[in-house]
T-cell receptor, first 114, second 109 residues
Framework: EAQVTQNPRYLITVTGKKLTVTCSQNMNHEYMSWYRQDPGLGLRQIYY???????DKGDVPEGYKVSRKEKRNFPLILESPSPNQTSLYFCASSLDRGPYNEQFFGPGTRLTVL | DAKTTQPNSMESNEEEPVHLPCNHS???????IHWYRQLPSQGPEYVIHGLTSNVNNRMASLAIAEDRKSSTLILHRATLRDAAVYYC??????????FGAGTTVTVRA
């Protein structure tokens, strides 16, 4: 089954404790991205990657890192999480950056930073 | 970025059609119109997209105005499973989707 998977689905952590949220897709997609969703602010893009070893900032990259060493994986790293990073995070992928391509979203990771 | 305007909410009865409007008066010639929906506690899900012509797929139909300044997503027979937030988005060939607030659709049994 074609899908985007994220782990963990739920995470509660404390300020300053480094964490990684994994994202993997099995569709051989070139393009992957991370979004966060907050009440009243909608979905905002954090980082995106157009291919292996190519990443770039989205609208709200501060406090996040990403890497794309393999085509299928695109982990989101919070080096020193803070309470304002408490949010619902979604990973997404699409075949490439073409405007006619649909994006496939993962199930989400709900992160709470105390 | 070109913006879209949608009503905050709409209600429908089960098995009746739902017409969701979207205004995008600043759309450019290369913008594709995409619709996504987000069911409760799930990630967004692609519904349909189009450029100039009306489009149909198994989930919905997309009617695009001749001047492309507006479009309508049509759910032909709403079911309880169609209750979701529906987002109308313009894509130009850049790297992101910009989601607005969307339209919350409620389906009454």
């Amino acid at each position: 089954e074609a899908q985007v998977t994220q782990n963990p689905r739920y995470l509660i952590t404390v300020t300053g404790k480094k964490l990684t949220v994994t994202c993997s897709q099995n569709m051989n997609h070139e393009y992957m991205s991370w979004y966060r969703q907050d009440p009243g602010l909608g979905l905002r893009q954090i980082y995106y990657s157009m291919n292996v070893e190519v990443t770039d900032k989205g609208d709200v990259p501060e406090g996040y890192k990403v890497s794309r060493k393999e085509k299928r994986n695109f982990p989101l790293i919070l080096e020193s999480p803070s309470p304002n990073q408490t949010s619902l995070y979604f990973c997404a992928s699409s075949l490439d950056r073409g405007p006619y391509n649909e994006q496939f979203f993962g199930p989400g990771t709900r992160l709470t930073v105390l | 970025d070109a913006k879209t305007t949608q009503p905050n909410s709409m209600e429908s009865n089960e098995e009746e059609p739902v017409h969701l409007p979207c205004n995008h008066s600043t759309i450019s010639g290369t913008d594709y119109i995409h619709w996504y929906r987000q069911l409760p506690s799930q990630g967004p899900e692609y519904v349909i997209h189009g450029l100039t012509s009306n489009v149909n797929n198994r989930m919905a139909s997309l009617a695009i105005a001749e001047d492309r300044k507006s479009s309508t997503l049509i759910l032909h027979r709403a079911t309880l499973r169609d209750a979701a937030v529906y987002y109308c988005i313009l894509r130009r060939g850049d790297y992101k989707l910009s989601f607005g607030a969307g339209t919350t659709v409620t389906v009454r049994a």
